[in-house]
Structure formats: structure tokens, C-alpha cells
T-cell receptor
Framework: DGGITQSPKYLFRKEGQNVTLSCEQNLNHDAMYWYRQDPGQGLRLIYYSQIVNDFQKGDIAEGYSVSREKKESFPLTVTSAQKNPTAFYLC????????????FGPGTRLTVL | GESVGLHLPTLSVQEGDNSIINCAYSNSASDYFIWYKQESGKGPQFIIDIRSNMDKRQGQRVTVLLNKTVKHLSLQIAATQPGDSAVYFCAEKDSGYSTLTFGKGTMLLVSP
């Protein structure tokens, strides 16, 4: 996991509720990413941030929001507008613009009841 | 744990065999490639990467081969062990972007 923590490991939410997933890294990495993983599919990019106070939409940003107020933190909010939020959510970080390797956290399993 | 392996292509090998996992890509502008290992319910773990100016790169028990002519990437695992059982993903990066595009993965099953 290399200094990337995600909490909680399992999260349950009722339909219509917003929920925030935590991602923290102590690697002093500049860039952070959020992915969604569904069974039998590749990782899909939700949002990413290359610098504090800036972030970009990925391929499936609808129904999600993020913030990057601190370098080490990149929380993801799953809003009630996300139609199918049950999935495994993965956070990753990358050292800087000169490197390409992304390192992943342990993931959060979100289940909508 | 997370059933990331549902409906994935599967490679079954015996302990001690060499394993080869393949990945095809379509973007000729991709300049960086990476392999991850993911165990059930866990986050992907970096294995090895390679840039497009190389054809081969070796790590501990693993080798990545890149054939740009046919847009093909492979991961070779020597002397496969039961602990190697997992889903393996390849990913690529377009030279003009800072994001990775992931393949769906291959499940490797190693029998003792």
C-alpha cells in the first residue's frame, strides 16, 4: 500500500444519501487519483488532481465530487446522483509530473442498501 | 473479498511453471506501460513498468516484453508460486496525458 490509506474498508449507505470516502498519503506525492472497479472490468478513472486546489474529471465523473485542499488528502464524495454506486473504490498517487507510476491504496468497498 | 475476477480470462498453471500473461493495446501514442497484481479484496500492487523506448525489462522473477509493431505487451513470471495467484492488469499511458488506461485483467491460478 506504500503509505496510502483509505478508510473505511467497508461502507454501507442507504439510497439517497451522500457518502465521503477518505484517501490520505504520506508519500509527498503531487498527484492523486480515484478509480472505480466493478467485477470483471478494468479500473475506470473518476477524478484526478495533479496539484493542490486543482482537479480534473475522469471518464466517469458524473455523480461524484472531490476536493484537494491539502497535498496529502483527496476525499471522494459519492452523491445521490450516482445511479449505481455499489463498487470497489481505489485511490492512487503519483510522485510528480516527471514520473508515471501510480501506487494504490487498499480500497473501499461501498455497498448501497 | 472483492470478486474482481468475475468473467475474466483465466490462466491456470502448476507451481514451478513459467507463466505468460498477455495484453494487447491499440494506442500507438502510448509511451509507458505498467503491470499490476491484485489479490482479492486488495488494491493493485505495482509489479514492473516499461517505457516505449525499450523492448524488455527484467525484475525479480518477472520480465515485461513490449512489441510495438503489433502493440502487444506480456508479463512473464518465472517459477510461478501459489502466492502469485491473483488478477494481473496491464495499463498504458498516452504520451500526451498523465492518466493510465487499464485493461480488464487476467486471473492467474497456480496449483501446488
Amino acid at each position: 500500500d506504500g503509505g496510502i490509506t483509505q478508510s473505511p474498508k467497508y461502507l454501507f449507505r442507504k439510497e439517497g444519501q451522500n457518502v465521503t470516502l477518505s484517501c490520505e498519503q504520506n508519500l509527498n506525492h503531487d498527484a492523486m487519483y480515484w478509480y472505480r472497479q466493478d467485477p470483471g472490468q478494468g479500473l475506470r478513472l473518476i477524478y484526478y488532481s495533479q496539484i493542490v486546489n486543482d482537479f480534473q474529471k475522469g471518464d466517469i465523473a458524473e455523480g461524484y465530487s472531490v476536493s484537494r485542499e491539502k497535498k496529502e488528502s483527496f476525499p471522494l464524495t459519492v452523491t445521490s446522483a450516482q445511479k449505481n454506486p455499489t463498487a470497489f473504490y481505489l485511490c492512487a498517487s503519483r510522485r510528480d509530473l516527471l514520473t508515471d507510476t501510480q501506487y494504490f491504496g487498499p480500497g473501499t468497498r461501498l455497498t448501497v442498501l | 473479498g472483492e470478486s474482481v475476477g468475475l468473467h475474466l480470462p483465466t490462466l491456470s498453471v502448476q507451481e514451478g511453471d513459467n507463466s505468460i500473461i498477455n495484453c494487447a493495446y491499440s494506442n500507438s501514442a502510448s509511451d509507458y506501460f505498467i503491470w499490476y497484481k491484485q489479490e482479492s479484496g486488495k488494491g493493485p500492487q505495482f509489479i514492473i513498468d516499461i517505457r516505449s523506448n525499450m523492448d524488455k525489462r527484467q525484475g525479480q522473477r518477472v520480465t515485461v516484453l513490449l512489441n510495438k509493431t503489433v502493440k502487444h505487451l506480456s508479463l512473464q513470471i518465472a517459477a510461478t508460486q501459489p502466492g502469485d495467484s491473483a488478477v494481473y492488469f496491464c495499463a498504458e499511458k498516452d504520451s500526451g496525458y498523465s492518466t493510465l488506461t487499464f485493461g480488464k485483467g487476467t486471473m492467474l491460478l497456480v496449483s501446488p
